[in-house]
């Protein structure tokens, strides 16, 4: 759980920060978020593992000082037109949802479900093939 809220933090901060870029197109400002939130995780790890103190609570807070470093001084300097920005995003990507729901993409969608769960359910629940698998397995805890 800590891994998803500390990235869905740096990605709310990265995705603040994109915002004062000036960047109009939807996806633009996703492909920037991800490439500053990518190079922001490697560059905390290979920091922490150079020093030697490579340890998730110390990546944690490393990496939610500089979300909220990034978060306070775009705030602190920007014009508050933030909350305009998040609604046009979101309606965009609404009305983007909509145009590609057909049927095929939504069969797309679902097989990669079942395919994900398949996945999941059979590294968990299946006994180890070999011992890469051997730690995946629930089996192997039993």
């Known amino acids: 759980m ?16 994109v915002n004062r870029f000036k960047i109009e197109n939807l996806s633009g400002k996703f492909v920037c978020v991800f490439i500053l939130s990518a190079a922001q995780i490697v560059l905390t790890e290979l920091l922490l593992g150079i020093s030697r103190q490579l340890y998730l609570h110390n990546l944690i807070l490393l990496n939610f000082s ?3 470093t990034i978060t306070y001084a775009v705030f602190k300097r ?3 037109h933030f909350y305009e920005i998040l609604k046009r995003d979101l309606t965009t990507l609404r009305h983007g949802l909509k145009s590609i729901a057909c049927p095929p993409n939504i069969f ?3 097989l990669t479900i079942v395919i994900t769960t398949w996945f999941i359910l059979a590294s968990s629940l299946l006994p180890p093939r070999g011992v890469d698998d051997f730690d995946l ?4 805890y039993l």
């Open 2 to 17: 800590s891994f998803l809220l500390t990235n869905l933090i740096i990605f709310l901060a990265h995705y603040i920060l």
């Open 66 to 68: 500089i979300s909220l």
């Open 137 to 140: 397995s629930l089996s192997a």
């Open 78 to 80: 920007s014009d508050n």
């Open 108 to 110: 797309l969608i679902l």
